[in-house]
Structures are given as structure tokens and as C-alpha cells.
């Protein structure tokens, strides 16, 4: 090779260089778990006790130092609920951390602002004090008063004078059909391929957070830190660890939920016409994306279809 073309290949050699030093780096994408309805009523498959055993073993197998768990404390008065006080702390113990989701669980929408306000404070007034507790919020159902900006705006100052943060959720994969699927073909007596099932729960919470990565921006210009809507289920407790298993195989770092809820995102209150759902379903909708602005698979006809196919090995008449 002459002077000239070893010149020449070296000045190419140093543009490739500055071409990819200046080209921007693919954002992390990163996620905190988060389950709701804590202590939850049983599942299919597991006594309550053994469900919060097997979690918190998931957990640490799965290698997440920190999940989040919204209580309501009025299930503590339920059958199922028995216990739930010392399995609440047990999760505590393992290193996650406890906020709240109401007493009673009530729809916003459905609820006068004062009583539903009240509802958080008798909550509150259950978790305050405790070792884990967060001051943040979920709204049961995600409903934040749909259509009644009025209730939603009420609701929004009372978190606010209180110190309260909304526990938004970015990504859901609606494992709660899921797992009401699986508790209606148990009490039918109908035989379920739990090797499907597993697939199917990791498949899906999975492609739940691919889904609003994608949306998310596409509405931001960046990845925001996504959380994962769960719930204290039989199907979490079986599973949880294979599901940290696929979301790393699929490139995602999991962190804790006080890493997600200092994401920037928190800080945004989209208006739109009806404020229920995952705040990246808002934003988009506030940015003026068309519909469908949420994850397929949260929608039961979608996901019903698929567990009776692949779990049930059924066809469903038409």
C-alpha cells in the first residue's frame, strides 16, 4: 500500500471514529417492579402465606434489591387477609418497601373526592411510622376520576398538602385477568400447562415494558424509567424470578422503585379528557397520538384468547 492510500485509510479511519463518538448512545432501559392489592386474596395455587414466601424468595433469587408493594389495610380484616400484617413486614425484611393504595380500595370515579381523601388518611394513618413506608399513592384501578376534572384536581391538592406522590404506573400487563383466569379454571377443575403458563406471564409483563419503552419515546425523546404495574398474585410468587430473567435477556436493568420515582416523569400531569391508566398512556394522549395507546395484551378479549388457547389448549366458540 502506497504513502497516499495509507493516508487516505487512516483519515477515514479517524472520520468513522468521530462519526461514532458524536452518534448517541441507545438510552438504558430500566425498571422498577411494583405490586398492588397487598395482602391480596388467594390465588389458584398458594395458601397467602405460602404466596409471600415464595415472592420474596423469587425476588432474591431474581435478584431485585428492592420492589415496591402498595397495601390497603382494610384487607388485613378479610379471611385471606389474616397474617397480612406479619407477611407485609416480612416483605419489609427482605429489603422492599410498602406505600399507599388506599384503605378500602375505592374507584375514584365512583366516589365523592372528601370520602375518597378519606380513605387515603385511614391508610395513611396505617402506614405511617412503619419501617419501608413511602409517601406515595396509587390510585386503585389507576382511576384518578376519569371525565371529573374537578375530582381529579381535588384529589391531586389533597395528595399534595399531605406530602403525597402519585405511585404512577408507566407499564401494565394486566396480570390480575391473568391470574382471575387462572382461579376460574381451577374452580372448573380444567387442567392448565403451567410451562405455558409461566411463558405466557413472562411474555406478556415483558412485552407490557417493550410496548411503553417504544411510547414513551416516541412522547419524551427518552427513556424514561419504566414501572411495572403487578400484583401480590399466585402467578408473581410462581414466576417473578423468570420474569427478572426475561426482562434482562430483553436488555432491561431492573432498579429499585425509589430510583424510578425520581425519574423527572413524575413531575407531569397530563389533561386529558379521562384521567384512568398508565401515565405514558396519558402523555400520549395528551401529545395527540392516535389510539390504541396502551399494550394489547391488557385488553381481556386479547389476552382471555390467548390463555384459553396456550394454558387451557382450548379453542373458544366464536
Keep these: 500500500m ?23 448512545a441507545e438510552a438504558a ?4 417492579l411494583t405490586f398492588d392489592d397487598v395482602p391480596r386474596g388467594r390465588g389458584a ?7 409471600t414466601e415464595r415472592l420474596i424468595a423469587g425476588l432474591k433469587k431474581g435478584r431485585v434489591g428492592q420492589a415496591a408493594f402498595f397495601v390497603n389495610p382494610g384487607n388485613l380484616s378479610t379471611p385471606d387477609g389474616a397474617g397480612g400484617e406479619r407477611r407485609i413486614a ?5 429489603g422492599h418497601v410498602i406505600a399507599n393504595h388506599s384503605f378500602s380500595h375505592p374507584a375514584l370515579s365512583e366516589t365523592g373526592a372528601a370520602d375518597y381523601v378519606a380513605d387515603i388518611d385511614r391508610a395513611e394513618a396505617w402506614l405511617e411510622g412503619r419501617p419501608g413506608r413511602r409517601p406515595w399513592f396509587r390510585f386503585p384501578f389507576l382511576n384518578e376520576g376519569r371525565a371529573d376534572k374537578a375530582k381529579r384536581d381535588a384529589v391531586r391538592a389533597a395528595l399534595d398538602a399531605r406530602g403525597l406522590r402519585n405511585g404512577y404506573v408507566t407499564a401494565d400487563g394486566a396480570d390480575w385477568n391473568m391470574e382471575a383466569l387462572t382461579i376460574a379454571a381451577a374452580k372448573a377443575g380444567k387442567r392448565m400447562d403451567m410451562a405455558a403458563l409461566r411463558k405466557l406471564y413472562v411474555e ?23 414501572v ?3 400484583h401480590e398474585t399466585d402467578l408473581a410468587a410462581l414466576y417473578i424470578a423468570d420474569l427478572a430473567a426475561g426482562l434482562r435477556k430483553a436488555g432491561w436493568t ?23 391508566g398508565t401515565l405514558t398512556e396519558a402523555l400520549a394522549w395528551e401529545k395527540g397520538l392516535p389510539a390504541p395507546r396502551w399494550y394489547d395484551r391488557a385488553d381481556p378479549k386479547v389476552a382471555d384468547l390467548l390463555f384459553a388457547r396456550r394454558v387451557l389448549h382450548e379453542e373458544p366458540a366464536e
Design 204 to 226: 406478556t409483563m415483558v412485552g407490557a415494558a417493550e410496548y411503553n419503552d417504544r411510547l414513551a419515546r416516541k412522547v419524551l425523546g427518552r427513556a424514561p424509567v419504566q
Design 228 to 230: 411495572l404495574l403487578l
Design 254 to 276: 431492573i432498579v429499585s422503585a425509589d430510583e424510578a420515582y425520581r425519574d423527572p416523569i413524575g413531575t407531569l400531569r397530563p389533561d386529558v379528557p379521562s384521567a384512568q
Design 45 to 51: 395455587f398458594l395458601t397467602p402465606d405460602e404466596r
Design 90 to 94: 416480612a416483605y419489609v425484611r427482605a
Design 29 to 32: 432501559k430500566r425498571i422498577a
Design 2 to 24: 502506497g504513502t497516499t492510500s495509507r493516508l487516505l485509510s487512516r483519515l477515514l479511519l479517524a472520520l468513522l471514529a468521530l462519526v461514532l463518538a458524536a452518534a448517541p
